[in-house]
């Protein structure tokens, strides 16, 4: 069955970096889009990245030159790297697996906490 375990958040001062995972297991990376979700108090929910099946990306305004998306088709595995980080990222970020980038969300991970604080 398809199942997504996320990894790799904690604290990060702003302005720094963090680079957190998303660990697929039941298909392979080049079968399902993976998006990275974040959802923080108050605010909606939204889609900053995904990765197409054939590897192609997509980024939200918000996270654009900051944010890459990353896989390794070998390992099962999904990468955000997120550079020159602002408290206004802070919330909890969560992996989905998608047939397509525009299509719903078939799986969802547990998520990680982001918290960018001094």
């Known amino acids: 069955q398809v199942q997504l375990v996320e990894s790799g958040g904690g604290l990060v001062r702003p302005g720094g970096s963090l680079r957190i995972s998303c660990a697929v297991s039941g298909f392979t990376l080049d079968a399902y889009a993976i998006a990275w979700f974040r959802q923080a108090p108050r605010k909606d929910r939204e889609q900053t990245s995904c990765?197409?099946?054939?590897?192609?990306?997509d980024y939200a305004d918000s996270v654009k030159g900051r944010f890459t998306i990353s896989r390794d088709i070998p390992k099962n595995t999904v990468y955000l790297q997120m550079n020159s980080l602002k408290p206004e990222d802070t919330a909890d970020y969560y992996c989905?697996?998608?047939?397509?980038?525009?299509?719903?969300?078939?799986?969802w991970g547990p998520g990680t906490p982001v918290t960018v604080s001094s």
């Open positions: 990765i197409s099946p054939n590897g192609g990306t």
């Open positions: 989905a697996a998608k047939r397509y980038c525009s299509g719903w969300a078939e799986s």
